[in-house]
């Protein structure tokens, strides 16, 4: 079993819908949260980064953190085309040495 | 401010030829990272520097892979010699430090072996 998973879809939403990316992770270590956007052919860039459980919220982006479930999510309002992207999760932890996790990402298609 | 810069874009080699990949972090990053990522996968690191120093490589596959970070700011990342299954993309990343959890990505360089 992985560290962290996370369904690769590809997810296909029309404009304007609301989309939710999750992921599930086993290691209670973790610590820190983050959510990267990358575009084809492109590096990753951080879209959120979350340390306690809660949300987080930033413009059109919600991120959650349910730290008893072992769960993450990531929130889109009012998708645009321009979301269309694959979405990764990742996270931190500081036990027993520096380690940071990726989840294999999410395609996500928003269709005008 | 500019971003992570890397080297080439793309390259095509034949098994068995090395190949180098070069970094430039962004300026004033301590840390910084080479990652592999394989398609339809996330990133998984390869090494790790803080400065001029290795602090992680314990997923580098030393009998091919070798990487330097001479005077703590450019870095590059060799394999020799190539096999089919080191085709990915390589990505290079970088963070104030270990203790910064923001790490910047430069685009990566996809490589293709034949």
């Known amino acids: 079993q992985k560290e962290v998973e996370q369904d690769p879809g590809p997810l296909s939403v029309p404009e304007g819908a609301i989309v939710s990316l999750n992921c599930t992770y086993s290691n209670s270590a973790f610590q820190y949260f983050m959510w990267y956007r990358q575009y084809s052919r492109k590096g990753p860039e951080l879209l959120m980064y979350?340390?306690?459980?809660g949300n987080k919220e930033d413009g059109r982006f919600t991120a959650q953190v349910d730290k008893s479930s072992k769960y993450i999510s990531l929130f889109i309002r009012d998708s645009q085309p321009s979301d269309s992207a694959t979405y990764l999760c990742?996270?931190?932890?500081?036990?027993?040495?520096?380690?940071?996790?990726f989840g294999a990402g999410t395609r996500l298609f928003v269709k005008a | 401010e500019a971003g992570v810069v890397q080297s080439p874009r793309y390259k095509i080699i034949e098994k068995k030829q090395p190949v180098a990949f070069w970094c430039n972090p962004i300026s004033g990053h301590n840390t910084l990272y080479w990652y592999l990522q394989n398609l339809g996968q996330g990133p998984e690191l390869l090494i790790r520097?803080?400065?001029?120093?290795?602090?992680?490589d314990s997923q580098l596959p030393k009998d091919r892979f070798s990487a330097e970070r001479l005077k703590g700011v450019d870095s590059t990342l060799k394999i020799q010699p190539a096999e089919l299954g080191d085709s990915a993309v390589y990505l290079c990343?970088?963070?104030?430090?270990?203790?910064?959890?923001?790490?910047?990505f430069g685009p990566g360089t996809r490589l293709t072996v034949l």
């Open positions: 990742a996270m931190t932890a500081y036990t027993g040495g520096f380690k940071t996790i």
């Open positions: 979350t340390y306690s459980s």
């Open positions: 990343a970088s963070s104030l430090d270990s203790g910064s959890d923001t790490q910047y």
């Open positions: 520097y803080e400065n001029e120093e290795a602090v992680d």
